[in-house]
């Protein structure tokens, strides 16, 4: 029996406006951005620093890139509604690839932390997806086993490393899919 759920937050809960601001530029996440990311992502930058990389990169100020993202910034009320939902009988995790300096007042802004027992932040734990470490660690906080966890991420990889330790994926595309991907797996959804 399921006793929690755990969720990505980019482009599950919160668009991911890294990944349009690439693609609306026809770019890739690759070279500097790509390091620039990976950095940020395990804490060896900070969130600043990581803005003026992709400034640099791009001929703009980090001011101008900040703007950029918080303009495509937005959350999925439909997936807040489920996570939600499950908060009456289950626990629930987050398990987020990014800097605690751009993560946390997203969180604040949008009144979100309240809606997990736990939140792991890559950059806090030196770790990231799909290092089957952060999942270990989530499961040893929220005090359950592999089995008894379902996570879901839109990057398959990252749900195949949890697949990998025992825990049942979910691939997500959009809210209404989880929510029957979460009831054919027993899982009770408001």
Do not use: C
Not at 71 to 81: I, K, S
């Amino acid at each position: 029996m399921y006793k929690v759920i755990i969720f990505d937050f980019f482009d599950v809960i919160h668009h991911d406006y890294q990944k349009t601001w690439l693609k609306e530029r026809g770019l890739k996440r690759e070279g500097g951005y790509a390091e620039a990311s990976d950095l940020l992502d395990v804490g060896k930058i900070g969130y600043q620093e990581y803005l003026e990389r992709f400034a640099t990169l791009s001929g703009q100020t980090a001011q101008d890139v900040s703007d950029q993202f918080q303009a495509l910034a937005r959350v999925d009320d439909d997936v807040v509604a489920i996570i939600s939902s499950l908060r009456k009988q289950y626990l629930t995790g987050l398990v987020s690839n990014t800097h605690s300096e751009e993560l946390r007042p997203i969180l604040e802004r949008h009144n979100l932390a309240d809606l997990f027992n736990e939140i792991i932040i890559s950059s806090d734990v030196g770790v990231s997806k799909p290092d089957p470490a952060i999942f270990h660690m989530m499961l040893e906080r929220l005090g359950v086993k592999p089995e008894e966890a379902i996570f879901t991420d839109d990057n398959p990889r990252n749900v195949a490393a949890a697949e990998k330790i025992g825990i049942t994926g979910i691939s997500f595309t959009d809210a209404a899919a989880l929510r029957s991907a979460l009831t054919a797996l027993g899982v009770t959804v408001a």
